[in-house]
């Protein structure tokens, strides 16, 4: 069955980096696209950055552009997001999550890991 | 870009129907697909309905998804309520960038 399992979150302080790591198993991860989304504590869901499966297609939201980096190393079965010049309002559980195929529909989540900006 | 707009809570009673509307903001509602994701309290979200109105292997048949060009909005249709079904509701679709609704909280009372 697929598994998706987030780690590296924690506390950071403002204009800090962070970063997160998501390991897959349970389908041929180089077949599949991903993405990272948030979800502010209380709040909704928002799209934060997108990789296609063989990594030369990336997206980022308007509000991490030039801060935040998604990668992938496919024969480590495992997507990654490198977040540098961390914002308080950047506070939100990270879900890593597999796309069944592009610009497609949020399949698969991770259970999430924290991210707080805080001094 | 553009958004998608749901009504911030509804709720029902255990046997009834309940529907829960998402509006989009500019653009056709029917030129890219919608998605209905379920997110009950402490955990992550799952897929209810995808591509409009198809539901994952899983997904009882009581959730059902449509799209209204008419007024430029997609439904998410639970019928026979279980108390199990209080969660938060969100929609989604995709333009030049994936956007979801504000979510809806869903109470089975």
């Known amino acids: 069955q697929v598994q998706l399992v987030e780690s590296g979150g924690g506390l950071v302080k403002p204009g800090g980096s962070l970063r997160l790591s998501c390991a897959a198993s349970?389908?041929?991860?180089?077949?599949?696209?991903m993405s990272w989304i948030r979800q502010a504590p209380g709040k909704g869901l928002e799209w934060v950055s997108y990789i296609s499966s063989s990594g030369s297609t990336i997206y980022y939201a308007d509000s991490v552009k030039g801060r935040f980096t998604i990668s992938r190393d496919n024969a480590k079965n495992s997507l990654y997001l490198q977040m540098n010049s961390l914002r308080a309002e950047d506070t939100a559980v990270y879900y890593c999550v597999l796309m069944p195929y592009s610009y497609g529909f949020f399949d698969y989540w991770g259970q999430g890991t924290l991210v707080t900006v805080s001094s | 870009n553009f958004m998608l707009t749901q009504p911030h809570s509804v709720s029902e009673s255990p046997g009834k129907t309940v529907t829960i509307s998402c509006t989009r903001s500019?653009?056709?509602?029917?030129?890219?697909?919608v998605q209905w994701y379920q997110q009950r309290p402490g955990s992550s979200p799952t897929t209810v309905i995808y591509e409009d109105n198809q539901r994952p292997s899983g997904v009882p048949d009581r959730f059902s998804g449509s799209i209204d060009s008419s007024s430029n909005s997609a439904s998410l249709t639970i019928s026979g309520l279980k108390t199990e079904d209080e969660a938060d509701y969100y929609c989604?679709?995709?333009?030049?960038?994936?956007?979801f609704g504000g979510g809806t909280k869903l109470t089975v009372l």
């Open positions: 989604q679709s995709y333009d030049s960038s994936w956007v």
């Open positions: 500019s653009g056709s509602i029917a030129s890219n697909y």
């Open positions: 349970g389908f041929t991860f180089s077949d599949y696209y």
